[in-house]
């Protein structure tokens, strides 16, 4: 096994690992703890891909400013066990259902996903070829063939700025 092989291991269960401590904490901040580290194995698979743009779109979006923001409002809304409501039976059943339609999905996709990987048997994916996820290409195509879109949606992020401060602004 080469450690590209052994880094895509790692990762991977990292990630499974952090996902079902995620579910499993009874403290909320621990859970979006274990979330960053789900993204920073996300962010490791993306870089393994040769998608380094998006490596670093993900731990700068969500790992920083999205889990910021959840930490900020957990923090915020004070949770204490003291505090929380008791669920009625309707809206234990409705997580119950919910959770059945989930599992009956995941099992779908579990048994397809099989049916593929045997159609794919004996082909392998190139990885680290080319330069599809690469900065510098997805720069060059932006502010070549896209420039003109690119500006426009610019000009529409200024004006909804400049709304949103006119909006918020107060008299």
């Known amino acids: 096994m080469n ?3 052994i880094l895509f291991w790692f990762l991977s269960a990292l990630a499974l690992v952090s996902a079902m401590m995620v579910v499993v904490s009874k403290n909320p901040i621990h859970s979006i ?11 490791g698979h993306y870089i393994l891909l ?13 790992a ?14 004070n949770l204490n066990k003291e505090t929380e409501q008791q669920k009625n039976v309707w809206m234990k059943l409705t997580g119950v259902i919910a959770g059945g ?10 048994f397809n996903a099989q049916s593929v990987s045997r159609e794919l048997a004996g082909k392998t994916a190139l990885m680290k070829e080319g330069s599809i996820g690469l900065i510098g290409t997805l720069g060059k195509a932006l ?15 200024l004006s909804a700025m400049v709304g949103a401060v006119v909006i918020g602004k107060k008299d």
């Open 64 to 77: 920083g400013a999205i889990m910021v923001l959840f930490l900020f409002v957990v923090m915020l809304m």
């Open 101 to 110: 339609c989930f599992l009956v999905s995941t099992c779908n996709v579990i």
């Open 3 to 5: 450690i590209t092989h």
């Open 143 to 157: 502010f070549s063939n896209y420039v003109i879109p690119f500006e426009i949606s610019s000009v529409l992020f």
């Open 50 to 62: 040769n998608a380094q743009f998006l490596a670093i779109v993900n731990l700068i979006v969500y």
């Open 33 to 43: 703890l274990w979330l960053i580290l789900v993204f920073f194995a996300i962010s």
